[in-house]
């Protein structure tokens, strides 16, 4: 990512080699995986030039001063700005992922153990409602549920939950976390389940009959067994979190914002790349943080066999 | 989940009490929407519309409207992004799924890149580069732009799909005397089949509810579904843009309804073999 020439033909040099050209060495390793070189060439040529060129891009743009020399103005300048931003966004996602952690594993655990078949089929039926919903809508939708004459507020004064007076309008971070979680639980549960799924009922039974509780077999035996499906899909979800646009213009579009936001403010009011861009690198090493955690796991389980 | 060892009454109207809670969750925002798309007028502090109607159907789907044009204009980019994805996806796949590959791991790091790493920064640029080539605001732009990003779901699902063809069968067919090109056209391409369905509608479903990409590279002149309803929510016209989500919200809930019919499992299990 230091360089957006080089991260041009990075993406490029499968295309390249494909032209039957040089008679040496090369000709004969071209000779055994040409054909499926030339397959993946013009895929890998797509993702290259519209996707990590950008995103080198994106780091040449947010270190490059005026003159063109090498700086770090832009990142102070966004620090100045954003650092309220920053942490509001790293709260909120964060918050998201525990909870959409929590209800996957509530709902993909009664989903495997559960012992009323007719919740079970129920549940799975009703779960996934949300699982293809875009964000665009999702945010729409909490928008007008979760305004302060909205649904929700409705239904807690008609049942006597609160006081007509005390309703509030949950449009702001509270909102963003609940279209987050409601659009993206589903998914975690759906990978979670899955996995649940193929876990040995042997292992399972065999607690059971010794007298385990159910939520002793998901958290001491099945849990671990899925920890890693779990992470991937919190991970995954955690960056698609971060790089949603619409809930929170949608439901809280004034500061403090998410950073997302505040990109889409840089440019379509100052023309300013250079911040957004910086802005943009900044979320990606929220992203990378998360992609730690991810390789941590991951090595740490390869290690211990 | 407490309620497991409890007594058989108390326990059933737990399970009860949180299938409850949890359709209310799931299906109180979705019927909010069925109820402002139908809504007449509606103002604080009435719990329900004063009144019921399809004035604002009418304004939406009249001829030459706005969000007929936006329908339009987003399956017709889906649909492109669907035909240049699985163009460029299949044989890819298939190379990943069949064939020996250098850089194999190197190859599918980028293939996962666009879906794991937040896309916000890529937008932007490539609508910097757009703007000065002249791709922003037009549909071959935005298609791009989706196809980069649906086109690695493709690659995913089409691969495993491959994968999940028996060998046996492609070696019985070549022990017949086919050729690879005859064997992959009659015996690979047919099995796997389910599986490009299966990529091609989350491609099409991606491209068609696809915001942030739309909303830097599609400007001024590319107005897809997504952003007509969002225009309409920031105006604050909430029936409008409720039926707009309305549409949005069939081909969502019509795939995940039917997912699994092409989506098999064995598939599943080889996404990111």
Not at chain 1, 136 to 154: E, I, Y
Not at chain 2, 23 to 32: E, T, V
Request: some cysteine.
């Amino acid at each position: 990512m230091a360089d957006s020439a080089r991260e041009v033909t990075l993406g490029l040099p499968p295309g390249r080699d494909d032209q039957p050209a040089a008679v040496n060495a090369r000709s004969q390793f071209l000779r055994g995986h040409g054909v499926a070189l030339a397959l993946i060439a013009p895929a890998l040529a797509v993702v290259g030039l519209f996707f990590v060129a950008p995103l080198g891009m994106s780091a040449v743009v947010a270190f490059r001063g005026k003159s063109g020399g090498f700086t770090l103005e832009h990142f102070a300048k966004a620090f100045d700005f954003y650092t309220t931003d920053l942490l509001f966004t790293l709260t909120i996602v964060l918050i998201s992922t525990l909870l959409i952690g929590l209800v996957a594993i509530a709902i993909a655990g009664y989903l495997t153990l559960g012992g009323h078949p007719r919740t079970v089929a129920i549940l799975r039926w009703l779960y996934r409602w949300p699982l293809f919903i875009p964000f665009v809508v999702a945010g729409q939708l909490m928008r007008t549920f979760l305004a302060k004459n909205g649904m929700l507020n409705h239904v807690l004064i008609g049942s006597g939950l609160i006081e007509p007076l005390s309703a509030q309008s949950l449009l702001d971070w509270r909102g963003i976390v609940v279209a987050f979680v409601w659009k993206q639980a589903p998914f975690v549960t759906l990978l979670l389940a899955g996995a649940m799924a193929s876990v040995e009922s042997q292992h399972i039974e065999a607690a059971r009959n010794l007298g385990a509780r159910r939520l002793r077999v998901l958290v001491d035996i099945v849990l671990p067994q899925v920890r890693g499906t779990l992470l991937v899909g919190l991970v995954l979800s955690f960056v698609t979190m971060l790089s949603v646009l619409s809930v929170p213009l949608m439901i809280n579009p004034n500061s403090p914002t998410m950073m997302t936001v505040d990109v889409a403010y840089r440019i379509s009011t100052h023309g300013d790349y250079p911040v957004a861009n910086a802005l943009c690198l900044l979320s990606l090493a929220l992203a990378a943080i998360g992609a730690v955690f991810y390789l941590k796991h991951a090595t740490a389980r390869a290690e211990g066999g | 989940m407490r309620g497991f060892s409890l007594p058989l009454p108390v326990s059933a109207v737990m399970r009860a009490a949180v299938l409850a809670l949890l359709a209310f969750a799931i299906f109180g925002p979705l019927l909010n929407l069925l109820l402002w798309a139908f809504a007449e007028r509606w103002y604080f502090p009435n719990k329900l519309p004063l009144e019921f109607g399809l004035t604002y159907w009418y304004r939406v789907f009249q001829p030459r409207g706005n969000a007929l044009a936006s329908l339009g204009t987003s399956v017709w980019i889906a649909i492109l992004t669907v035909m240049f994805s699985l163009a460029v996806a299949v044989p890819a796949g298939y190379a990943l799924a069949r064939l020996k590959l250098p850089w194999r791991g190197a190859i599918l790091l980028v293939f996962l890149l666009p879906q794991a790493v937040p896309n916000l920064p890529v937008y932007v640029n490539i609508a910097q580069v757009f703007y000065q080539i002249g791709l922003n605001g037009t549909i071959l732009g935005v298609v791009l732009v989706h196809a980069s990003h649906g086109l690695v779901l493709a690659v995913w699902i089409a691969s495993a799909a491959f994968a999940s063809v028996d060998v046996s069968l492609e070696e019985a067919s070549r022990n017949l005397g086919a050729s690879p090109w005859t064997c992959f056209r009659t015996v690979t391409l047919p099995l796997a089949v389910p599986g490009l369905i299966a990529s091609a509608i989350f491609v099409f479903l991606e491209s068609l509810d696809e915001f942030t990409g739309t909303y830097f590279v599609g400007v001024p002149d590319v107005t897809t579904l997504p952003l007509l309803m969002f225009n309409a929510t920031m105006g604050g016209n909430y029936q409008i843009s409720s039926i707009t989500a309305l549409l949005l919200l069939i081909p969502s809930i019509g795939f995940m309804l039917v997912v699994e019919r092409f989506l098999k499992s064995d598939v599943l299990a080889m996404v990111g073999r």
